[in-house]
Structures are given as structure tokens and as C-alpha cells.
């Protein structure tokens, strides 16, 4: 098991000294998430700063980019960082893709499932292992003349997540996907109950062995060594958990807690625009489960006891809150990434 950090794309020159500061505290990786700014980018900056992480997508938007696109950006960026990058994929969710992205959103986890396959396709292509010949409900892919192509790199073809919270999508990332980037609203016995179960068979039907798929789980911690410090953390990861939930995809995270309510009322809420209110929706109870709280002292133990032989890439969801450009904000979580990398 791994500790790496995550954080929003930034400014392309402070993305640099971010990456730094973050190998710097001993962090195993660094994940970017899309939002204002392509995750794509922020790696590729990133890549030219550090030497000794992996970098990866958590997640980047898979259907505003053609699978051929991707493909490529994730063969120049496992290239650079000499086979350092993992390219994690999602789908988001229709209002996103359509309305601000302008692109389709239909049958989602098929297409999610064909682009994966695509991308794989387009990397033996690469490599000159195959004429190009994909040719699949959404996707078609016959042609690459060696002028166009990247060609054949030394390192091997980047690990592909995808994103999954409900049992289909994890089914087809162990059938199709390397790795899962499980979604940071989950809780320890969605993991055992949900997750893994259907990974699994996913890999099973595949003929995969399921300890192939490697799993990177995000979570969020609420830590230190006072009531003031905990009780900043702890309102943090009530307005986080309350912004996921109030997405009704993601229901079947609070039913099997029986929590089934919740969900609803965190739409209704949002809705109202009352965030005060959806994050007051997030019990003591809740918060147990969706996060570890711990001193600081005994992170990397509360880590580990939740963690250890579930998870490949455990990511400290907050470990950059509130990052400024001060190296200092990570002296914290130093001792914590050295306990669980060595």
C-alpha cells in the first residue's frame, strides 16, 4: 500500500512547485482532478518538476476526448515521466457533459467500457503490434499512417482506471479497466460488500485474476491534536460528503448503511442552495464511516487498519487543502507518507 496526495489542477508554473513540495514530503503519487483546468496539463508540468512519483488523472473527463486523443496524451505522458503515469477515467454526469461540454453522454457505461477498449487497441497500434482495426458501437478506429502515429516508447503502455461507484461500472472496470479509482464517498463496508465483490466478478468473466485491478481509494481525514484543529477538518469533510451525496447516483453508498433518506434530502437541499443545511444532513455517525479521525501521531496506523491489503494507492484527499505556494503546509503529513512508503 501507497500514500499519494491529490489536488485540482493549478496555474502550470505553480503546478511545478506543487509537484515538488509533494515528493519533497515523500508522497508515492500525485493525482489531479479535472475542473477549470485539464488535468493533462497540470501532469505534464508536473512531469518536467519531479522524478520520483507517479502522476495520474483523478478523473479526467473521458467523453469530451476522442479515445484517440487520450490515448495519445497518456502515451507522451508515460513516455516523459518514463512510464510513471496512470490515466484515470470517468464519465461525470450528463447536465456536465452535455451542457457544458457540448459532447454525448448516451449509454455512458458501454461507452465508457468501448473507450477503454479503443485505448487499448490505439496502444498496440503505437507500438506497430497491430494494424489498426477497432471498430465498435461508438468508437471506429482504422486508421493510422506511421506519419501520424507516436510510435513504439520504451516504457510500458500507461495503466488505465476508471471510475466506478455502482456495480456495473466496477463489473466492467475489472473486466476491461487496470485499475479502479474508487470514487471518494465510499465507506469500508461498501468496499467489502460492493467493490471488491464486483471487481471481482468483472475480472472473473474476463478470465482475469482480480488482484490484477488495483484499487486507489481517496479518503478523506480528519486529524489533530486539538477540538479546534479536528473541528475545521470535521466541517470540511461534512460540506465534502454532503456535496457528493447530494448527487442521487451515489445512493447505494448511504443504503447499505440505511441511511436511504439521505440522499434525497441532500438533493432537496442543494437545490434550495442551502449548503449550511446539507452539511448539517451528515451525522457523527456518517462521518465515521466515509472518514478516518485520528491525532496526528496516529494517522498512519488509522490508515493502515482501514487501508492495508484493500487498497494499492490510498490518496489523502485534504493533504493540500488550503495549499498556498508555503513548502511548510506539508511538514505535517512528512512523517505520516514515510511511515506508510518507507
Sequence with gaps: MRLDSVT????LRRMQTLARAVEDAGFGGLWLFEGGRTAYLSCAAAALAVDG?????????????SPMIT???????AETTGGRFR??????????????YGTTFDHPGPRLREYVLAMKAMFRAFRREEKPSFEGEFYRFTLLPDMWS???????????????VNPWMLR?????????????????RYLAEVIRPNVAAGAAKAGRDP???????????????????????????RFQIAFYGSTRTYRRVFEIHGWDDTPDRLHELQSKGDVAGMAAAITDEMLEQFAITSTWD??????????????????????????????????RWAPIAGAING
Design 53 to 65: 512519483i507517479d502522476l495520474g488523472t483523478a478523473i479526467a473527463l473521458a467523453f469530451p476526448r
Design 298 to 331: 496516529g494517522l498512519a496506523d488509522a490508515i493502515r487498519r482501514r487501508y492495508e491489503g484493500v487498497a494499492d494507492q490510498v490518496i489523502a484527499y485534504f493533504s493540500l487543502r488550503g495549499w498556498a505556494g508555503d513548502p511548510a503546509h506539508l511538514e
Design 87 to 100: 490515466v484515470g477515467l470517468g464519465t461525470q454526469v450528463k447536465a456536465h457533459i452535455e451542457r457544458r
Design 71 to 77: 490515448a495519445q496524451i497518456a502515451w507522451e505522458l
Design 211 to 237: 488482484g490484477e485491478i488495483e484499487l486507489a481509494c481517496p479518503v478523506f481525514t480528519i486529524v489533530g491534536d486539538t477540538d479546534e484543529e479536528l473541528e475545521r477538518w470535521r466541517n470540511d469533510a
Design 150 to 164: 507516436p510510435g513504439p516508447i520504451d516504457v510500458p503502455d500507461p495503466p488505465i482506471y476508471t471510475a466506478g
Design 172 to 188: 466492467m472496470c475489472g473486466e476491461v479497466a487496470d485499475g479502479l479509482h474508487v470514487h471518494p464517498l465510499h465507506t469500508p
Design 8 to 11: 485540482g489542477p493549478q496555474p
